[in-house]
């Protein structure tokens, strides 16, 4: 894969945050690999923003950060 994942939406279920990509994919993860994010409100959840060239999302008021890349990386998933 060449280039830099970007993002360019964020969308949440009951279940997964579902991040829409700069090149229109859409990738999902569980939202329980997230616990900041799994215990958020709807209203803190809708309150992120896009940093370091849109390849990471963060939530300044939950004090948390995501790399996009790191959602595809199933593997370093703890159980």
């Given amino acids: ?37 799994k215990n958020a409100t709807l209203s803190q959840l809708k309150n992120y923003t896009f940093i370091c060239l849109g390849s990471g999302i963060e939530w300044v008021e939950l004090d948390y950060q995501l790399s996009i890349e790191s959602m595809l990386h199933v593997e370093s998933r703890v159980a």
């Fill in 1 to 37: 894969m060449s280039g830099l994942i970007k993002g360019k939406e964020v969308h949440f279920d009951d279940t997964y945050l579902h991040v829409k990509l700069s090149d229109e994919r859409i990738i999902s993860t569980p939202l329980d690999w997230y616990k900041p994010l």
